[in-house]
């Protein structure tokens, strides 16, 4: 186990006006496997991420740091891993597991909308079943800030919920069609605002489970860093 010590106080809690789970983070992780979203999934999404070692990754609404932690793993010692969340309880949950498991991910508090690092700091960045939790403006700011952060060519993997894929998910999904955070998900329109946001090219990598996808969008190659959303 790391002798890494813990912070007592992690700081002002960044504002958001996107969901944060902090009630759930004592149980999160158990919920998420209960509900098939265990190793296999997390196995999934950093094998579409084709991470190297030495590569630098955010994790964008890392929850508990299941995915940050394991991303470490793939870019071993000469890479940096962060992981941001707007719930300290489930901060605080991800710094304690990985001094647990020893693991070198880094872990803050913070919101995709104003995400506290340098233009063109990252190779890669995940948003993990986390967008539909974001009003629509500030999924469109939160995915200006990630394609601000990363490299040129850099990718992000977002894994989301996407238009239905059988008539059932339809009928058990409807609902969310009448909340703003999720309903651009139930509509099928994630790539479009990827595109939106300037990334080129934007991929569907896999799908899960009949309602979410795993898409791959690229920062261009062209060293044209959009300035931040940042006011």
């Given at each position: 186990m790391s002798d890494r010590p813990l912070p007592q106080s992690l700081g002002p809690t960044p504002a958001t006006r996107g969901?944060?789970?902090?009630?759930?983070?004592?149980?999160?992780?158990?919920?998420?496997?209960?509900?098939?979203?265990?190793?296999?999934?997390?196995?999934?999404?950093?094998?579409?991420a084709a991470l190297r070692?030495?590569?630098?990754v955010l994790d964008?609404?890392?929850?508990?740091?299941?995915?940050?932690?394991?991303?470490?793993?793939?870019?071993g010692a000469a890479g940096?891993?962060?992981?941001?969340?707007?719930?300290?309880?489930?901060?605080?949950?991800?710094?304690?597991?990985?001094?647990?498991?020893?693991?070198?991910?880094?872990f803050k508090p913070g919101v995709i909308e104003e995400i506290a690092f340098e233009d063109a700091s990252f190779d890669a960045a995940?948003?993990?079943l986390m967008l539909h939790h974001l009003p629509p403006d500030v999924k469109r700011a939160g995915l200006r800030e990630?394609?601000?952060?990363?490299?040129?060519?850099?990718?992000l993997?977002?894994?989301?919920?996407?238009?239905?894929?059988?008539?059932?998910?339809?009928?058990?999904?409807?609902?969310?069609?009448f909340h703003d955070g999720p309903s651009e998900n139930i509509e099928g329109r994630i790539p479009g605002l990827l595109t939106e946001s300037g990334f080129d090219p934007v991929s569907v990598a896999d799908h899960w489970a009949g309602f979410v996808t795993f898409w791959v969008a690229r920062a261009p190659a062209a060293a044209?860093?959009?300035?931040?959303?940042?006011?």
């Open positions: 969901l944060t789970l902090n009630w759930m983070a004592p149980f999160y992780d158990r919920v998420c496997r209960a509900m098939g979203l265990g190793p296999a999934f997390r196995e999934r999404t950093v094998g579409i070692p030495g590569e630098s964008v609404g890392c929850g508990t740091g299941v995915l940050t932690r394991r991303a470490a793993q793939d870019v940096t891993v962060w992981g941001i969340d707007p719930a300290p309880d489930m901060i605080r949950v991800a710094l304690r597991n990985a001094a647990a498991e020893d693991s070198p991910a880094r995940f948003a993990s990630v394609r601000r952060v990363l490299k040129p060519g850099g990718r993997v977002v894994v989301d919920l996407d238009r239905p894929r059988h008539p059932l998910w339809w009928l058990l999904l409807w609902p969310l069609r044209s860093v959009p300035a931040s959303s940042r006011k």
